[in-house]
């Protein structure tokens, strides 16, 4: 993480053991981009998104990571069609 400015946050995702998720194995600018990688990700492996849990951490300026969202199912519009 050398070379980022300490105002700047970086995201990775974890898996459901709170584990750096190996799959997805990334540094990311947003919390957005790190849940659209993970939703896309599972929707190109064809797994299920409530058995899909995944969580994302926050890079702490001491360079500590700590949770911003724990791992839970991704579920989105594209994933889970809202009724007509």
Same mark, same amino acid.
Not at 24 to 40: F, G, K, P, T
Not at 52 to 73: F, H, Q, Y
């Given at each position: 993480?050398?070379? /980022?400015? !300490?105002? +700047?946050?970086? #995201? /990775?995702?974890?898996? $459901?053991?709170?584990? !750096?998720?190996?799959?997805?194995? $990334?540094? #990311? $600018?947003?919390?957005? +981009? $790190?849940?659209?990688?993970?939703?896309? %990700?599972? +929707?190109? /492996?064809?797994?299920? *998104?409530?058995?899909?849990?995944?969580?994302? +951490?926050?890079?702490?300026?001491?360079?500590? %990571?700590? =949770?911003?969202? =724990? *791992?839970?199912?991704?579920?989105? *519009?594209?994933?889970? *069609?809202? !009724?007509?």
């Amino acid at each position: 993480m050398q070379g /980022r400015r !300490p105002h +700047e946050r970086i #995201y /990775r995702l974890i898996d $459901a053991c709170c584990e !750096p998720h190996r799959q997805l194995d $990334a540094l #990311y $600018a947003s919390l957005d +981009e $790190a849940l659209n990688d993970a939703i896309a %990700w599972i +929707e190109h /492996r064809g797994l299920d *998104p409530l058995l899909s849990l995944i969580g994302v +951490e926050v890079c702490a300026a001491n360079g500590d %990571w700590r =949770t911003c969202r =724990t *791992p839970t199912a991704l579920l989105c *519009p594209l994933l889970c *069609p809202l !009724p007509g």
